[in-house]
């Protein structure tokens, strides 16, 4: 059974940072795309990063230049790196997965396949 485990959050202060890092279990094939999603209170869930197969990398606006994603590959783990974290950053993280690289172009909910419990990051003083 696939099965994705989001860990690392926590409460930081706004300028601050945080890694976040998403493992992987279950998985037949090494060549998986895999993207983080942010859930704010009363917000809808948006994909803000993204990392195919391949190497390619993704980013909402909202975090670009901000947070970069990457992959250990001998892990299989993928990061989220979050720097210069302010308020609006605040809400519960989730990392999902899927087979095909162009579920990054787009960061769809419904294209990914299998998704983590999410992990919750506050920005708060």
């Known amino acids: 059974q696939e099965q994705l485990v989001e860990s690392g959050g926590g409460l930081v202060q706004p300028g601050g940072s945080l890694r976040l890092s998403c493992a992987p279990s279950?998985?037949?094939?090494?060549?998986?795309?895999t993207g983080w999603f942010r859930q704010a209170p009363g917000k809808e869930r948006e994909g803000i990063a993204c990392i195919t197969g391949s190497g390619s990398t993704y980013y909402a606006d909202s975090v670009k230049g901000r947070f970069t994603i990457s992959r250990d590959n001998a892990e299989r783990t993928v990061y989220l790196a979050m720097t210069n974290l302010n308020a609006e950053d605040t809400g519960v993280y989730y990392c999902a997965s899927d087979l095909w690289d162009y579920v990054c172009y787009e960061r769809a909910e419904a294209n990914f396949r299998s998704w983590g419990q999410g992990t919750q990051v506050t920005v708060s003083t």
């Open positions: 279950g998985f037949s094939s090494d060549h998986w795309s």
